[in-house]
């Protein structure tokens, strides 16, 4: 089945910066890369999500990447704000595995004043 | 809309205890499924639904059953509580695969 790695698994940034996770999937066939934001004690939410024909997605702050040939794609948070602290998600889908979500282990943003 | 509800929100069991978590979505989606998050860990798929009459095992689906009777409600049954499946459980549903799968507010599950 599909595979996903993801890191780092935490990272500190200071308000302002930018902030770049980055996943790694084994199924060549998986083409639908979303990421999710879980802030404490809320449940997942969708923040941006990119499918195998497209190799760049923006929309304002963040953005994501997507290397089929690497089969890695990443998240670009730039300005980050204390609000971007949470943890972040990747997932990849459409492989094997009945079309369904696989999760990375998940990256714990923080974003300091 | 009221998206994807779960009950209950707490829930506390003792070890050989059963019960059944509840999962409604009205949204008229096909796909639903249901994960357990472990703290620090991501979401591992339990079980997954993708049409009525239609359930299928995920990563981790030993000691949980489904059946999905209906395309609003997705039940999920611990059929003998163990610690091991202490933990977060979400239930999700999207319109198909490779589109927005939305949570439910989740149910905290301590097994005593």
């Known amino acids: 089945g599909e595979n996903v790695e993801q890191h780092p698994s935490t990272l500190s940034v200071q308000e302002g910066d930018s902030a770049v996770i980055k996943c790694t999937y084994s199924?060549?066939?998986?083409?639908?890369f979303p990421w999710y934001k879980q802030e404490l004690g809320k449940r997942p939410q969708l923040i941006i999500d990119i499918r195998s024909n497209v190799g760049e997605k923006k929309d304002q702050r963040i953005a994501v990447t997507l290397n089929k040939t690497a089969k890695h794609f990443s998240l670009h948070i730039t300005e980050t704000q204390p609000e971007d602290s949470a943890v972040y998600f990747c997932a990849a889908s459409g492989g094997n595995a009945g079309n369904m979500l696989t999760f990375g282990g998940g990256t714990r943003l923080m974003v300091k004043p | 809309n009221a998206g994807v509800t779960q009950t209950p929100k707490f829930q506390v069991l003792k070890t050989g205890q059963s019960m059944t978590l509840q999962c409604a979505q009205d949204m008229n989606h096909e796909y639903m499924s249901w994960y357990r998050q472990d703290p620090g860990m991501g979401l591992r798929l339990i079980h997954y639904s993708v049409g009525a009459g239609i359930t299928d095992q995920g990563e981790v689906p030993n000691g949980y059953n489904v059946s999905r009777s209906t395309t609003e409600d997705f039940p999920l049954r611990l059929l003998s509580a163990a610690p091991s499946q202490t933990s977060v459980y979400f239930c999700a549903s999207s319109y198909r695969d490779g589109y927005e799968q939305y949570f439910g507010p989740g149910t905290r599950l301590t097994v005593t």
């Open positions: 199924d060549s066939a998986s083409n639908y």
